[in-house]
C-alpha cells in the first residue's frame, strides 16, 4: 500500500511541514496549539488520524476548517476552538471538556471555550461516528 | 416567512421536514456519495468496520473513481487503486476506472442534477454547485456512514451572496472571477458558509464558467458553492444528453443572506495567485516576467470544453517556448474525445504540448509533470500550497487556462488578452 494509505508509517511524518521535529517529540497526553484555520484544504482524514495515533489529546485552536473540524470529531479527537494566544510551548495544560475549561497550570490561566454543537458532542462522547453509528444503528440526532 | 437561499432550498427538499433554514442541524438522504483512490483504501476500512449497519448501499448511486494517479506511477499507488477496484466491483457499485476521469469533472457530466445533494471524500466535491447540485466534501468516516445509511447530518449554512454585476471582459473568464473572490475572503472568509453567486455576470456564464466558480469556493472554506439552475443549466444538461433531469432552481427574492460581496466583471482583470495560498491572489500586471518552467492546463477546476476551445484558439499558428514543459491533462475520456474531435489536441501537440491521460495529473502531485526543484509551475488547478504538485522546492502559480498558455508561448507570466 502507499505511504498514504499506511497510517502508522504515515504517522511518522505528522505535521513534519511545521515543525520538522514534531514526530519526534510529540508524545501521549500533548496538545496541538493551533492559530487559524487549522486543518485548512483537504478532506483526508489521514490528517487527524496521524495527530491521534502520535498520542495527542487535543488539537487547540483559533478556528478550524470545517472538514478536518468534522473529521477530527468523527475519529475521537477533540477540537477545541479557544483563545490559544495565551498558551506557551512547554506549558502544562488540563482540559476540562464537559466543563469547557482549559486549565494552564503553569500560567495559573483558566481559558474558557464555548461548548461543541449537541451534534459534535453527542459523536465525540461516544469516542466517533463509527462507534456512534453502530451503538445507535442510525444517524439519530435530537 | 422569509424566503429561502439555495443552500436551504437543496438541503431542505432532502429532509423529512422539507423546509430548513440556516443554522439548523439536519439529516438529509444524499442522492450520491462518492470516493476515489487516494481516500478509498480508508473509506472502504471504515465499511468494513460497519459491515453490520444499513440496508445495504444502493448500487445505482455509490460511485468509486480511480483518478488520483493515473495510470499509476508506483507498485503501492497501484495496490490502493487495486483495493479500490476490487471493492466496487465485487459489492456492484459504480466504478469510474482510470482514464475515465477525474471524479468531480465525471460527477457534472453524468450524474449530478440541478437539486441533487451529493457527498464525496474530496474536499472539492462542491463542483457540482455550479449546476446547482449541493455538494460538499467529508472524511471517510462520514462517507462511510452516508453510503451505508444512504444519509448523513448537516448544519445548514448561512449564505453570503456574491453579486456579480456587468460582464466579464474578453480574456477575463470564470477563474479570474472566483480567484478575485478568493482575495476579498481569504482562506477562512466562507468557512461553513455557501457561497451563492448571482447577478447579471452569471446569468451570462455558461456552466461549465459556474462549475469552476463552485469548485474552489473551498479555498475560501466554505461547505459549497451554488449557481441557480436556469436555461444555461439545461442547455448544458443537454450537451450531456440529460435534458430531462433539469429542473428550474433559485433563491428567492427574500432569502436571507449573512452578507453579500459585490464584484464588478466589467472592471476585473486576469488575476493570479501567488505562491503559497489560492487567496494570495494579484491582478496579472504584477506578475508578469515571473518566468515559468512548466505550464499544466488540467484539474476539476479549469478542463472544461470552453477552457479547451479558449486554449487551442490561443495557441493556433503559435509554438511554447522552447524552455517551457506544456503539460495538458483532459478531466475526462469524454473531455478528452471532443477535444480530438474538434482538432483541439492536434492544435496543442503541434505548439509543443504533452497530453496526459486523463485524471488529477500534476495537481495531485503524484504523476504528470512532477516539477524540478526551483521550478516555477503555472497552473490552471486549485492549489498551490507548498509541495501540492509533488516538490516542496518549487512554485505554484495559479490562473486561468488562458493565462496559462500565455505563460507558455512567452515563458513568462503573460497577460492572456494579448493573445485571444
Sequence with gaps: MSLRSNLPELAKHTLEDARKEFPSRVGKGDFVVAGKNFGMGSSREHAPIVIKMCGVTAVLAQSFARIFYRNAINIGLPAIVCDTTAIDEGDELELHLSDGILDNLTRKTKIRFPAMSSTMDAILSEGGLIAYVEKHGDLVFS | ?420
Design chain 2, 1 to 420: 416567512m422569509t424566503g429561502k437561499t439555495l443552500a436551504e432550498k437543496l438541503i431542505g427538499s432532502h429532509t423529512a421536514k422539507g423546509s430548513v433554514s440556516a443554522g439548523e442541524v439536519v439529516i438529509v438522504r444524499v442522492d450520491y456519495t462518492f470516493s476515489h483512490d487516494a481516500s478509498g483504501p480508508l473509506l472502504i476500512q471504515q465499511l468494513n468496520t460497519l459491515k453490520n449497519v444499513g440496508s445495504g448501499m444502493d448500487k445505482n448511486r455509490t460511485v468509486f473513481f480511480i483518478d488520483h494517479a493515473v495510470p499509476s506511477p508506483i507498485k503501492e499507488l497501484s495496490n490502493d487503486q487495486a483495493t479500490v477496484r476490487n471493492y466496487a466491483s465485487s459489492n456492484g457499485l459504480i466504478l469510474s476506472d482510470a482514464g475515465n476521469g477525474i471524479c468531480h469533472q465525471v460527477m457534472a457530466e453524468d450524474y449530478a442534477a440541478p437539486g441533487d445533494l451529493l457527498v464525496g471524500t474530496d474536499s472539492h466535491s462542491c463542483t457540482s454547485g455550479g449546476l446547482c447540485a449541493f455538494g460538499t466534501g467529508m472524511g471517510a468516516t462520514d462517507i462511510a456512514v452516508a453510503m451505508k445509511l444512504g444519509k448523513t447530518w448537516l448544519r445548514v449554512p448561512e449564505s453570503v451572496k456574491m453579486k456579480i454585476q456587468g460582464r466579464l471582459p474578453r480574456g477575463v473568464f470564470a477563474k479570474d472571477l472566483i480567484l478575485k473572490s478568493l482575495s476579498i475572503l481569504g482562506t477562512d472568509g466562507a468557512t461553513y458558509k455557501s457561497l451563492e453567486f448571482d447577478g447579471p455576470a452569471i446569468d451570462e456564464l455558461e456552466v461549465y464558467g459556474r462549475l469552476t466558480l463552485a469548485n474552489m469556493t473551498v479555498e475560501a472554506g466554505a461547505k459549497t458553492g451554488l449557481v441557480k439552475s436556469d436555461t444555461r443549466t439545461k442547455q448544458y444538461l443537454k450537451d450531456f444528453g440529460r435534458e430531462q433531469q433539469w429542473k428550474e432552481i433559485h433563491a428567492d427574492d427574500d432569502a436571507s443572506y449573512e452578507s453579500e460581496i459585490a464584484i464588478n466583471a466589467s472592471d476585473l482583470q486576469p488575476q493570479v495567485a501567488f505562491p503559497g495560498s489560492p487567496s494570495n491572489v494579484k491582478p496579472v500586471s504584477e506578475a508578469k516576467d515571473v518566468k515559468v518552467n512548466e505550464v499544466f492546463i488540467g484539474s476539476c477546476t479549469n478542463t472544461r470544453i470552453e477552457d479547451m476551445r479558449t486554449v487551442a484558439q490561443i495557441f493556433r499558428k503559435r509554438q511554447k517556448a522552447k524552455d517551457v514543459k506544456l503539460i495538458v491533462t483532459p478531466s475526462s475520456k469524454r473531455l478528452y474525445l471532443k477535444c480530438l474531435e474538434e482538432g483541439i489536441l492536434e492544435t496543442l501537440l503541434e505548439a509543443g504540448a504533452i497530453i496526459t491521460p486523463p485524471g488529477c495529473g500534476v495537481c495531485y502531485g503524484a504523476v504528470g509533470g512532477i516539477p524540478a526543484d526551483n521550478e516555477v509551475i503555472f497552473s490552471s488547478s486549485n492549489r498551490n500550497f507548498t509541495g501540492r504538485t509533488g516538490n516542496p522546492k518549487a512554485q505554484t502559480y495559479l490562473g486561468s487556462p488562458a493565462t496559462a498558455a500565455a505563460a507558455a508561448i512567452t515563458g513568462y507570466i503573460t497577460d492572456p488578452r494579448e493573445f485571444v
